[in-house]
């Protein structure tokens, strides 16, 4: 199966991060280049593009699509761990970052990666293809880290019925298949609640974050992503649910944010000065445009800040 995924908010990323022709850049979450071949085609033989990802079919896939460019480098990693992959390359500092977060069209759409629930398939949403699977989580966790992992992570409301059912059924054996859990889930829902979408979406969703460590990767990569940054360098994140979303909006809120003297101090005496500035006040959204040709992009939140000098 060919690795196909279509890159969301490709026009408004690639504007934003505002690309010099001679600097360098890394794709944090290369996926299929889609991102990646649309920066390198704006770099000129002196600038640089570092692609990164952690999924051995999306490295493939990435170095076959970037095979022209001679200034591009694509190295297997987590996004998480930008600071040792540029460390190694020799880079002291790039002029922008983009973060496409979470789970690719190719990923959903290959059965036997076990991120969907639409297709019988093993339990597995490891993005990486090694470490914990989901089928681990759902048959050894404890009953408490499984209401944890729904709740936190999937903000599901029937977190306690889902669980039950869980436990109940793996007693039994254990559940094995994409397809098993979902009906477990279907089953946990009262029947009115499973009119409005499919009740394991929440679950599945934070079963993968679970599996992936996301949310936490996601702050370490934020916090590596900017401290790597040049001054007026930018730093692009592209989310798909609030959970992740909030985190970026808050950290960059964070760094650009400055004197924390109280009202009545007649001058600053914290000394404290925003470490950047936000390239977009609101999140960017999909154009109507873009949602009829592609409706995955629906929940996509783009989010660019600059580091200030």
């Known amino acids: 199966m060919e690795f196909v995924h279509k890159s969301v908010l490709l026009n408004e990323t690639i504007e934003g991060l505002g690309i010099k022709p001679n600097g360098i850049y890394v794709d944090g979450t290369a996926g299929g280049g889609g991102h990646s071949y649309e920066i390198a085609k704006r770099l ?13 079919d999306a490295i493939k896939a990435a170095s076959q699509r970037l095979k022209e460019f001679d200034n591009v480098t694509v190295v297997r990693n987590n996004f998480g761990n930008i600071k040792e992959v540029l460390f190694e390359l020799g880079v002291t500092g790039v002029d922008g970052v983009l973060l496409d977060i979470g789970v690719s069209s190719w990923q959903l759409d290959s059965p036997e990666r076990g991120f969907s629930y639409h297709y019988d398939a093993p339990l597995d949403m490891r993005m990486s293809q090694e470490g914990i699977s989901a089928y681990d989580i759902v048959n050894e966790s404890a009953p408490s880290e499984l209401l944890r992992i729904l709740i936190q992570y999937g903000e599901e409301k029937f977190a306690k019925n889902i669980v039950r059912g869980i436990i109940n059924t793996r007693e039994t054996a254990p559940i094995k298949t994409t397809l098993e859990l979902a009906e477990i889930v ?71 944010e400055g004197c924390t003297c109280p009202p009545e101090f007649p001058v600053c005496v914290c000394g404290k000065k925003p470490k950047a500035q936000l390239v977009n006040r609101r999140p960017i959204e999909p154009s109507q445009e873009e949602l009829e040709k592609n409706n995955r992009a629906r929940s996509a939140r783009l989010r660019i800040c600059e580091k200030v000098k």
């Not at 000129?44 to 051995?56: C, E, F, H, T, V």
């Open 44 to 56: 000129s033989k002196n600038g640089r593009l570092i692609a990164i990802d952690q999924d051995p």
């Open 186 to 256: 279907k089953n946990a829902y009262p029947a009115k609640a499973r009119q409005k979408a499919h009740p394991a979406r929440k679950t599945f969703q934070a079963l993968r974050i679970a599996v992936n460590g996301e949310l936490d990767r996601l702050r370490e990569g934020l916090d590596n992503a900017f401290d790597v940054l040049n001054p007026e360098g930018r730093l692009a994140v592209i989310t798909f649910h609030s959970l992740e979303d909030g985190i970026v909006k808050q950290t960059m809120k964070k760094w650009c």
